[in-house]
């Protein structure tokens, strides 16, 4: 298939998504635009674990030997439906297409051609989760809406962190020194940033505070389910490795009581967290995110996205809303519609649907 000055590929199945990963890891470094959800690192080990749930629809524009785009779909076929959509959603909460600097709106409208026409061996094409800079919405396709998604509060702290501290609410600040007054009678919180040689072992405490403190609350969580477990065994280590995660383990009285899962680029992802609720009067919650941001600022990252959800704690941060986007075909609108059908069902009860 040929458009233009580019030579289109349509990867189907991960054997060649596996070979193709040296160009995607040179694209992924030339988009500064991009989340590490875009990543390799992250989409690979998610298209090896949740191959099963669909057909692969990665779209790569090549120029010559060099990958100028790729739009990583996936067609999921469910009760005789037919449905495109991202890959990794679900886990992901932001997805995009990605592109080189210097590929122009050209590259962006061939991708656009070839999306309609894969769009038409679907009945349902969705591309959730679209930050608000993506060029799909910038160039976006005649016949195609866009419509807000879920909101991502965000923080800007700025680059002093004690100035930071000082503009906290008061009740946060005093709950946070109080809970280093505490722990601190019985020894110290002991940080540690996990590495690619020790990840294997580390994020098995990830898993049990997460489930810990869901579990409190008389809830699974989202990794309990041994598909997702399966995912981040397979995806912290080359996130780690590529600088695109930061695992911090917090030790206290010989024993592991808290862990933060930070997804860093640019700025930070605060994806996910989880802690010992049996350690009483101790916001060790609390005392993760303070760890998150003092960290973000020290590195220099300026946002800290505290992802999909309106949770009451990130606007105790500071946080102000932004929104990702959803596009879908005007046309399929229409016809759902007509038959009375609403919202779209996801792709796996077990995915994650919070970043809680």
């Not at 679907?122 to 976006?140: I, M, V």
């Not at 609350?217 to 981040?232: I, K, N, T």
């Not at 206290?252 to 996910?272: D, E, F, H, I, N």
Request: glycine letters at 8%.
């Amino acid at each position: 298939m040929r458009r233009a000055r580019h030579r289109v590929e349509v990867i189907t199945d991960v054997e060649r998504l596996r070979a193709f990963e040296p160009e995607w890891q040179v694209l992924f470094a030339s988009d500064p635009r991009a989340s590490p959800f875009q990543s390799p690192d992250w989409l690979l080990p998610w298209s090896e674990v949740f191959a099963g749930h669909g057909t692969l629809r990665v779209v790569v524009l090549w120029e010559g030997a060099r990958a100028m785009l790729c739009l990583p779909l996936q067609q999921i076929d469910r009760a005789g439906q037919r449905r495109l959509g991202w890959l990794g959603e679900g886990l992901s909460d932001y997805l995009d297409l990605l592109v080189t600097g210097d590929a122009g709106e050209g590259a962006v409208q061939t991708s656009w051609a070839v999306l309609r026409e894969l769009a038409g061996d679907a009945e349902q094409t969705e591309l959730t989760d679209l930050p608000e800079n993506s060029p799909l919405l910038r160039c976006r396709a005649a016949g195609w809406s866009a419509r807000g998604g879920a909101v991502c509060p965000k923080l800007e702290p700025g680059d002093d962190a004690p100035a930071f501290e000082r503009q906290l609410p008061a009740w946060l600040a005093r709950n946070l020194r109080n809970s280093q007054r505490r722990l601190g009678l019985c020894g110290t919180l002991d940080w540690r940033l996990v590495t690619p040689a020790d990840a294997s072992a580390h994020i098995q405490d990830f898993f049990v505070l997460h489930g810990a403190r869901w579990r409190a609350r008389g809830e699974p969580g989202v990794l309990d389910h041994p598909g997702v477990q399966a995912f981040h065994r397979a995806a912290a280590p080359r996130l780690i490795a590529h600088g695109l995660l930061e695992l911090q383990i917090a030790s206290w009285a010989g024993r592991a009581v808290a862990a933060a899962y930070t997804l860093v680029r640019r700025q930070a992802y605060l994806y996910l967290n989880g802690f010992d609720p049996g350690i009483e009067g101790v916001s060790l919650g609390s005392l993760a995110i303070s760890r998150v941001i003092q960290r973000a600022i020290a590195d220099g990252r300026r946002t800290i996205d505290f992802l999909r959800g309106q949770e009451a704690y990130k606007y105790a941060w500071g946080a102000r809303d932004t929104r990702s986007y959803v596009l879908q075909q005007e046309t399929r609108l229409q016809d759902q519609a007509a038959r009375g059908e609403t919202g779209s069902a996801s792709p796996s009860s077990c995915w994650r649907t919070s970043s809680a």
